[in-house]
């Protein structure tokens, strides 16, 4: 096995392979680099843009900068002051461009932008709220799609797809219109198990599974019981 | 239709990354894309129907509903609206019967706005039909609608043509260059294929180190330095490599590649030639934003009589294995597309979304090859520093800024146009040069860059100090900065971001509420501070040079002109806590039950 590449992240001794993302060499260091788009394994986004970190002082999306032979010895800063307010200003404007009702959301506890949410301690958004009119989406035999609630971090776009690779889900128009559209024709062949796998890999309640809802009460759900990061965190 | 969308879909290939190409002809056929002709397509090309559709409405020029059966795209620039923009828009709505965004009854006319179509020395401007029209007054809107109304083609409604090469055959424009200085790179005397000539005596790395000797760096704006982009090219894994001239001349105020691709396209494709040489590449695309389409065939003219003279095609000049040839990929709209990633995902068929770095395009670019992606300037000047050497080259300009700049002026001057200066030129120098008074402002690299005042004046244009890509928009005391210039800027970055980063999508339209509630009085010095604070974050949350700096128009004034914004200010900090207006919100409640607010 090659040697590992050492590095600091606030303060902290970490190393990683080289290749690897740093968020992902980070997260096995104990260092959690909070994150909304990231998703192990596949194709970075790097659009949520929560896990920036600074590199030797340069701005940079952990999920999509590699760990390599410019970041030996580097110093990493995470969680400071400034960047953790630049998170949390992320965090906030995702409220304020969606419409995100956590109390009457299937997603609640088990939602990833909930949980950043109170990971920093977000009370009310520091920007007035747009209330966007948004379209939904239930006409593919499994799956409904509440556009109010999606964060367009690509992850279905990135992960689901059928057997020839093609994709069941794409972005849609540009800019502040942006939007997720699922594949009308292609919708029909989804089994349950891919329903499933698109709902789960949704960090929010933008993508869920007709015909099911809170299996697991409210309390025993994922982030009701550990906050975001804890289990990462050492 | 699905006999003619095959045949479009074979001509190009039956190959999905040209999708662009085929969905410009499916437009041209139909006049819009229809949803049954997305269906036929994404099926003949076995992609997802929604992965058509993403590249669809990514762009501006592209419509999956009709158009009307002319359309027409006005320009809604800044310097287009100092022009009398307003009163062309009035006339066009009038006279086509519809209103700016629609679709008249009756089908014959479509009327939209569109940003920067490049032609800010001579606005007001449009696109009718694909033809441009410029200086337009509400009399020539008459006759244009008339005209069409009565039949006839735009084409046939262009009374005089502009200088140049715009008159010829295969332009027949009424577009005119205005070049009003020309300097010892671009704009002089130079016989085709001189660089080529001495390039085949010498190797890639030749060339290479000639070209990093000259100092020459990119002049789209970021100013990357030429020879080090390529070498990283040439050096990169991989035996097909590519050539990518940037033609999406997309920052509003520019209009300076239009000029070059007019007037001597045989350069800048010499100049691609030359580049593929040094780093190993045997095809070029030349990248062409939409807006330009009128410029096509006299492009590929140029390029058919290059493979005649054998300074392109096959054993170039009779060098064996110097083989090089070039493709034009149309735009379709966005301005995006103009960043050099954005630009490859456009040329292979997707939405122009920038890629993440790294891998750089030098490392892993178009169809993942190593790609060098130039701007049409850059690519002009690279064949004169192979003729006449870079010591030559380097004995023009400033120290650090080697060369010259063909800068792109519009605005509150008396003469607008394309000037080729040297390098180290002050701005002031610049303002007497173009003959302008009574300058409030000068925003310097477009939107992206910097808008100064005179205290900045004494500057240089130069790399070292006020850097630019080439547009330079000059201000006149009589416009208000607030309104007619940082909204339209930040409005623009809003309408072309793609939307993939969250602080650009979300963040730059909390900067627009708060710009609007400085300029109708409700602001507090707070929100100022406010501004720049999440103006800030945006230069470092963003991915691409777009969402980096679409915040400069609203940092940069505050900046320079923070007294436009204080003036503006009527409401202390204590008294306005909640940006919400209580009492004008359940205004009418209270009237209805008859409670006094």
Known sequence: ?234 | MEAKLKSIIEKHGKDAGRLMDILHDVQCEFGHIPCDAVKIVSKILNISKVDVEQTISFYHFFSTSPVGKNTIYLNDSVVANFMGREEIAKAFEKEAGCSLGNVSKDGMFGLFNTACIGMNDQEPAALVNGIVFTQLTASKVKDIVAGLKAGKKAKELVKSFGDGANASELVKSMVNNNIKKKGQVIFSEYATGSALQKLINKTPEDIINEIKASNIKGRGGAGFPTGMKWDFCRKAQGAEKYVICNADEGEPGTFKDRVLLTEIPQRVFEGMAVAGYAIGAKQGILYLRNEYLYLNAHLEKTLEDLKKKNLLGKNILGKQGFDFDVRIQLGAGAYICGEESGLIESAEGKRGEPRNRPPFPAQKGYLNKPTVVNNVETLASVIRIIEKGSEWYKSIGTKDSSGTKVLSISGDCKNPGVYEIEWGMTIKEMLDMCVAENVQAVQVAGPSGRLINEKEFSRKIANEDLATGGSMIVIGKQRNILKDVVKNFTEFFIDESCGSCVPCRALNPVLLQKLEKVISGKATSKDIDEMTRLGKMMKELNRCGLGQTAANPVLTSIENFRNKYEELIKIKEEQSVYEFDMNGAVKESCEMVGRKA
Do not use: W
Request: charged share 30%; aromatic share 8%.
């Open chain 1, 1 to 234: 096995m090659a040697e590992k590449i050492k590095f600091k992240i606030d303060g902290k001794e970490c190393s990683g392979e080289a290749g690897q993302f740093i968020i992902d060499a980070a997260a096995e260091c104990g260092v959690f680099i909070p994150f909304l788009c990231h998703m192990k394994g596949i194709v970075p986004a790097g659009s949520c843009r929560v896990c920036t970190v600074k590199v030797n002082g340069r701005p940079m999306a952990a999920c999509t900068t590699p760990v390599g032979n410019d970041i030996q010895n580097a110093s990493i800063e995470n969680a400071t002051p400034q960047l953790e307010e630049m998170r949390k200003t992320i965090i906030e404007l995702l409220f304020v461009e969606g419409n995100h009702f956590c109390p009457t959301c299937e997603k609640s506890g088990n939602c990833e932008l909930q949980a950043l949410a109170y990971r920093y301690k977000m009370m009310v958004p520091q920007f007035s709220y747009n209330f966007p009119l948004k379209k939904l989406d239930a006409l593919t035999p499994k799956l409904f799609i509440d556009r109010n609630r999606c964060i367009l971090c690509k992850k279905c776009i990135r992960s689901i797809k059928d057997k020839d690779n093609k994709s069941y889900f794409a972005f849609n128009k540009r800019g502040a219109k942006l939007e997720i559209h699922v594949d009308h024709e292609m919708a029909p062949s989804m089994n349950d198990e891919l329903a499933q796998k698109a709902m789960d890999n949704c960090p929010v309640g933008a993508i869920l599974k007709k015909e099911k809802g809170f299996e697991i009460p409210i309390g025993k759900r994922k982030f009701d019981k550990k906050p975001i990061g804890s289990d990462i965190e050492k």
